[in-house]
């Protein structure tokens, strides 16, 4: 693990998620210490940087910079779709609940 990496990964994903470092660290429970104490080469655990990327809405190997292959992408989704999911991904559950009423009301209005 490349803790730099690790490090600003978790300093974009917040600017994205409109949250200060220190406050998603806290809330999504893996402690107001966790960058300082890889920024000194301590080694987080397998859970809590799980628990740090399901608060970002983003996957581990995001975060910690893996590079992946990509994949083939045969889902039937537009780029625009991926673009909107990927965006959707990095919302609060609650701001994720927002989206989706707003989706379905509009929808309701269609018919």
Do not use: H, W
């Amino acid at each position: 693990m490349d803790s730099l990496v690790f490090v600003q990964n978790i300093k974009k994903f917040c600017d994205l998620k409109g949250v200060k470092p220190t406050v998603a660290c806290r809330e999504s429970g893996v402690g107001t210490s966790f960058i300082n104490n890889v920024e000194r080469g301590q080694t987080p655990s397998v859970a809590k940087v799980q628990m740090l990327a399901d608060y970002l809405g983003v996957t581990t190997s995001e975060l910690l910079g893996e590079k992946t292959e990509p994949t083939v992408q045969d889902d039937g989704l537009t780029e625009g779709e991926r673009a909107l999911m990927k965006q959707f991904r990095q919302l609060t559950p609650e701001q994720q609940d927002m989206v989706l009423r707003m989706v379905q009301a509009a929808a309701d209005n269609q018919q």
